[in-house]
């Protein structure tokens, strides 16, 4: 059963960087996305990248500030989040689907396979 690992989530100043990693325990050939989950609001997807193409999906908040990126061998999805604000302050997890294709419509049902999440606070 496939099983995904975040990491790199902290405490960082607005304006920072940080980059978070989803390893999976095997290959995935769907998508994998990421999702946010800020204080007292639902998880919304913020970024996906389908693993056959590349092809990536940003949520207009984080347009131009995050990349999603693979590392294929590695079975791993990063992403680099830069210029970081206050209200990207939430729990994010990294959710994986062979079944699924990155669209802007993605929604948590859409992925089968969830890792356990990696805080982020941004605060100065």
């Known amino acids: 059963q496939l099983q995904l690992v975040e990491s790199g989530g902290g405490l960082v100043q607005p304006g920072g960087s940080l980059r978070l990693s989803c390893a999976a325990s095997?290959?995935?050939?769907?998508?994998i996305g990421w999702f946010r989950q800020a204080p007292g609001k639902e998880r919304e997807q913020i970024s996906c990248?389908?693993?056959?193409?590349?092809?990536?999906y940003y949520e207009d908040s984080v347009k131009g500030r995050f990349t999603i990126s693979r590392d294929s061998p590695k079975n791993t999805v990063y992403l680099q989040m830069n210029s970081l604000k206050p209200e990207d302050t939430g729990d994010y997890y990294c959710?994986?689907?062979?079944?699924?294709?990155?669209?802007?419509?993605?929604?948590?049902?859409?992925?089968?396979?969830w890792g356990q999440g990696t805080q982020v606070t941004v605060s100065s």
């Open positions: 959710a994986a689907d062979n079944e699924y294709y990155c669209s802007a419509e993605g929604e948590e049902g859409d992925f089968r396979t």
């Open positions: 990248i389908t693993i056959s193409d590349g092809s990536t």
């Open positions: 095997g290959r995935v050939y769907g998508s």
